[in-house]
């Protein structure tokens, strides 16, 4: 590719909204533009880049047998009602109606539509299958920003495998886990894998793929010593027991004017510190009230409700619900005495006395609570988010916390598709057996824009030669002077031959301008060709990463590069 015939927008400036590093680099590069919040064009570079992702990925699929498909983007909205999903997913899921008023809904993933394609399926024969595709998906995120991180449209590599026992599904699932591992590999990030929420895909067990950056939105809890990671939408830690105080009697109530906070009541009355309080919250769960009963220092983890109750119908109630249900305001609840609502406590509150929790008035608290004998727990349920430094679950050795971007997540689905859908084969007895599944999903965009924060210095992007847009770049240092454009075009063509994808920087610019472009977009290679260096048969070379620089003489210029580029290419 010439420069001079490409279109490669690069800005001096990053755009005003960016905080991720992806973000500011991937448009002041020229690889994207914003179209609304949520959506990305990509431009020739980002395209380049994107289909080369795309080719790795294709790569690792087909190595562990799947077969590629295309599938809608826009779906009948019958068929994500038979799974419940047209209900149970939210506003993420963007709901149309064509001319006829007929209910549509845009593909926020595929696990309906392949598993109708499964119907078709009749024998054990048929399985194991795996198909997958690279389409679109659009999701009606609230808080689409950071680029590519964290958008409503992206294309995304889904498969989907079906099995006629868990045995199998086991075996796919274990195979994708090493084909995950081998794309972050190859694309330059070096993800961890954790356990995972399942969410709104369902299921018995998932793993996410994560690239550790502070422009990530998620956090995961890892521990130094051992191989736990999880994230904290699912991790627990080990508390140490607590030592109460008993307290035989009754709980008695005592005055707390105007407090409504927990550290207001550890501050004024010194004795009741955050651990030695119940925190209540109350929630409207599935249009039903519920009291959360946490310890006073410990946070709610939402999703870990949503995994829990199996709906992510749930909010927090609303002061003047809150005030008929218990008459009090928030800052004054508690459970003790309430058999009218749902209870549903954190274990950390198991077997604790001598506590202290709002008396459901207005500037009152009782203490002395005994949990096992005053409150009427419907549920224990795993609620709290787990903090740095709390204690591994296995092996006891201190958490750390981590920012971190989810690249990919795989999940063991079973048959809860299949099931709604009625998608069974004969196993060999001649029985009917519901076909069981997984789902495994890589965001392109995504990928990209981890690859880009993991590969970046003050400079700009240092693409792993495997998905740079171009693996390296002939500048031309003086483009007005035809001998020199003559030794570079033929160093280009060169490159060329040798199965390089190389583009030369024809352009009639200042060198400063071209070098400063190379090294913002991040060729792994750099050829520099200028009249002062083929005075004395030399051409510079300089490798992106680490910036190292060399002169060859001008003949062994393309065998070097092209050599050095294949041995990257293929790492
Ligand atoms: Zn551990």
């Given at each position: 590719m010439r420069w001079s015939r490409a279109y490669i927008p690069t800005?001096?400036?990053?755009?005003?909204?960016?905080?991720a590093i992806s973000h500011k680099l991937l448009v002041r590069g020229g690889f994207i533009r914003q179209l609304m919040a949520g959506s990305y064009s990509l431009l020739p570079l980002g395209k380049r880049v994107a289909d080369k992702v795309i080719g790795i990925i294709r790569q690792e699929i087909e190595a562990i047998g799947g077969v590629e498909f295309e599938l809608p983007v826009v779906h009948p909205g019958e068929v994500w009602k038979r799974t419940g999903?047209?209900?149970?997913?939210?506003?993420?899921l963007l709901r149309i109606k064509d001319r006829r008023g007929a209910d549509l809904a845009l593909a926020l993933t595929h696990e309906e539509i392949f598993t109708l394609h499964a119907g078709e399926l009749a024998s054990y024969r048929d399985l194991p299958q795996l198909w997958y595709h690279f389409q679109t998906k659009f999701r009606d995120e609230p808080r689409a920003k950071g680029g590519l991180l964290r958008v409503r449209e992206f294309v995304m590599k889904d498969s989907y495998s079906f099995d006629l026992d868990t045995a199998g599904l086991d075996v796919q699932f274990d195979r994708h886990f090493e084909a995950y591992k081998n794309v972050f590999r190859r694309i330059g990030t070096d993800a961890v894998s954790v356990e995972a929420s399942s969410g709104v895909m369902g299921g018995t067990e998932s793993i996410e793929f994560m690239v550790r950056s502070d422009s990530g939105e998620d956090d995961i809890a890892i521990c130094p010593a051992c191989d736990y990671a999880a994230n904290t939408e699912k991790a627990t830690s080990a508390l140490p027991a607590f030592g109460d105080q008993v307290w035989k009697a009754p709980p008695e109530r005592f005055p707390t004017p105007g407090i409504r906070t927990i550290a207001a009541l550890q501050e004024a009355e010194g004795f009741a510190s955050a651990p030695q309080q119940i925190k209540t919250l109350a929630y409207v769960i599935d249009g039903q009230m519920t009291l959360l009963l946490l310890r006073g220092d410990h946070e709610l983890m939402e999703q870990k409700l949503i995994d829990g109750t199996g709906t992510a119908d749930i909010r927090p109630a609303h002061p003047e619900e809150i005030r008929r249900a218990l008459g009090a305001d928030p800052g004054s609840l508690g459970a003790v005495g309430v058999s009218h609502l749902p209870v549903i406590a954190d274990p950390a509150l198991e077997g604790r006395t001598n506590m202290v929790t709002g008396a459901n008035e207005d500037d009152w608290h009782l203490r002395g609570v005994d949990v096992a004998r005053d409150i009427e727990v419907s549920r224990w349920l795993d609620l709290r988010k787990v903090k740095a430094g709390e204690a591994c679950p296995r092996c006891g050795a201190a958490l750390a916390l981590d920012r971190v971007i989810e690249v990919g997540h795989i999940f063991k689905l079973g048959t809860k598709y299949t099931e709604a859908l009625g998608v069974t084969v004969l196993d060999p007895d001649g029985i009917e057996r519901l076909v069981v599944m997984g789902s495994y999903g890589i965001g392109i965009g995504r990928a990209v824009a981890a690859a880009v924060e993991a590969n970046h210095d003050e400079s700009g992007i240092a693409w792993p030669a495997a998905i740079a847009p171009y693996e390296a770049v002939v500048t031309v240092v003086k483009a007005d002077d035809p001998a020199t454009l003559a030794a570079a075009d033929e160093i280009y063509r060169g490159l060329l031959a040798a199965g390089v994808d190389v583009i030369i920087?024809?352009?009639?610019?200042r060198p400063g301008v071209k070098f400063a472009d190379a090294e913002l977009i991040g060729f792994p290679y750099r050829v520099t060709v200028g009249p002062r260096g083929l005075a004395d048969g030399e051409v510079e070379v300089m490798r992106r990463r680490g910036r190292d620089k060399s002169t060859l003489p001008v003949g062994e210029a393309v065998a070097v590069v092209a050599a050095a580029i294949t041995a990257e290419r293929t790492l």
């Open positions: 800005l001096r400036d990053d755009p005003t909204d960016a905080e999903r047209w209900d149970s997913v939210g506003d993420e920087n024809d352009r009639d610019e």
